[in-house]
C-alpha cells in the first residue's frame, strides 16, 4: 500500500504533501488486523471498533474490566454489572434478542456468547450486514484469553494484559495442595433439578479446587436429573448459588442418605459470581475451593 502512494506522486511532487499523507495511512495499517472468534470465523479489522452491541452479561462486565465499557451500545437483560451498565439500552434477553432494536442502534460490532445465543439469530445478524464476534467461555483459559480478544477489538490491548495477567496471577495462587477428593454434587438449578458435566467452565472448577463432581461424566453439558440419581451419588457435598431460594438447603433434609446432607455440607455461593465469566469468577472459585477445603479438614 506504501508503493501505491508513493506511486501517485510525480517525480517533482511536495514530498512534504507525501509525508502527510503516509502519516494518515500509517494508523490504519498498524491497526488492520484478522482476528478469529470461537466458531472458527474471522474477522478483518481495520480499525478499533466504536460501537458494541454485547448478548452477554459475561462479555459487558469483561469490557468494562479493561476499560472499554464507553464503547457499548446495547445489551441483554440481565446485563447489570457495573451498575452504569444497566442503563443502555436493551434488545431483548440473550436467547431472543431484537434484530430490529440491533439494528436501530448501528453497531459496528455485535459481541456474542457462543455457547448461549442461538446460532440461527446471530446468522440473522450476519445476513442483515451486522458483523459478529463470537466468544467461548467454558474453560479457565478462556476468561483471559476472551480479555486480551477483546483488547485486540478494542485497541485496549495494555489495559488488557494487565487485567488478563492479574487474572492468571490470581488462579495460580489459588491453586489448592494435593488431597482427598470429595464427592461434589453442583445444584445449578431445583425444578427441574440440573447439574453440570466436565464439559463446563464450572465443571474445570470443582476438578481445580480438588473435589470429584458426580455428574462429571454425563454427556450433556447441564445434566437434568432425579432424586435417586443424586441420592445414588453420595455426594459429600453439595454447592448452589443464591440465584435459588433460599430453602434450597431445607429441602435436602429429608435425605438424611446423602453424605452432605448429614454432614451439613450445603453451601450457597454467589451466583454472579460462579455463572459469569469474568474476573470477578475468581471470587467465586476462590469460595468454592474454600467449601471443599473445609470438607476435607471434617474427614
Not at 468494562?64 to 465499557?69: E, K, Q, R, S, V
Not at 439494528?103 to 459481541?111: F, G, N, Q, S
Not at 440473522?124 to 480478544?149: K, Q, W, Y
Not at 492468571?168 to 488431597?179: K, N, Y
Request: glycine share 6%.
Amino acid at each position: 500500500m506504501v508503493e501505491r502512494v508513493y506511486c501517485a506522486f510525480l517525480p517533482g511532487a511536495d514530498m512534504a504533501r507525501f509525508l502527510v499523507v503516509l502519516l494518515l495511512l500509517l494508523p490504519g495499517l498498524l491497526q488492520a488486523q484478522v482476528l478469529t472468534d470461537a466458531s472458527g470465523k474471522t474477522l478483518n479489522l481495520q480499525q478499533p471498533v466504536k460501537r458494541i452491541v454485547v448478548l452477554a452479561p459475561n462479555i459487558a462486565e469483561n469490557l468494562y474490566a479493561i476499560g472499554a465499557g464507553d464503547l457499548i451500545v446495547g445489551r441483554v437483560a440481565h446485563t447489570d454489572y457495573p451498575p452504569p451498565v444497566a442503563e443502555l439500552p436493551q434488545v431483548g434477553d440473550y436467547q431472543q434478542f431484537n434484530l430490529e432494536a440491533i439494528l436501530a442502534l448501528k453497531p459496528d460490532l455485535v459481541l456474542a456468547w457462543q455457547q448461549g445465543n442461538p446460532e440461527a439469530r446471530l446468522q440473522n445478524l450476519e445476513s442483515m450486514g451486522l458483523r459478529v464476534f463470537r466468544l467461548s467461555s467454558v474453560t479457565l483459559d478462556d476468561i483471559p484469553r476472551n480479555l486480551e480478544l477483546l483488547g485486540r477489538l478494542t485497541a485496549r490491548e495494555s489495559e488488557a494484559a494487565g487485567a488478563a495477567g492479574a487474572f492468571r496471577d490470581r488462579l495460580a495462587r489459588l491453586a489448592p495442595q494435593a488431597g482427598p477428593r470429595p464427592r461434589l454434587f453442583y445444584q445449578l438449578w431445583d425444578d427441574p433439578l440440573l447439574s453440570v458435566s466436565k464439559s463446563t467452565l464450572i465443571g474445570e472448577a470443582i476438578t481445580f479446587c480438588g473435589a470429584d463432581n458426580v455428574f462429571a461424566e454425563r454427556p450433556e453439558s447441564v445434566p437434568q436429573l432425579n432424586l435417586e440419581a443424586v441420592i445414588a451419588a453420595k455426594p459429600d457435598i453439595i454447592v448452589s448459588t443464591n440465584e435459588l431460594a433460599a430453602s434450597w438447603r431445607e429441602r435436602w433434609l429429608p435425605w438424611q442418605q446423602i453424605p452432605a446432607v448429614a454432614l451439613n455440607q450445603l453451601v450457597t455461593l454467589q451466583a454472579d459470581q460462579m455463572h459469569r465469566a469474568t474476573p470477578r469468577f475468581l471470587d467465586g472459585l476462590e469460595a468454592l475451593c474454600n467449601a471443599v477445603a473445609d470438607v476435607r479438614s471434617s474427614r
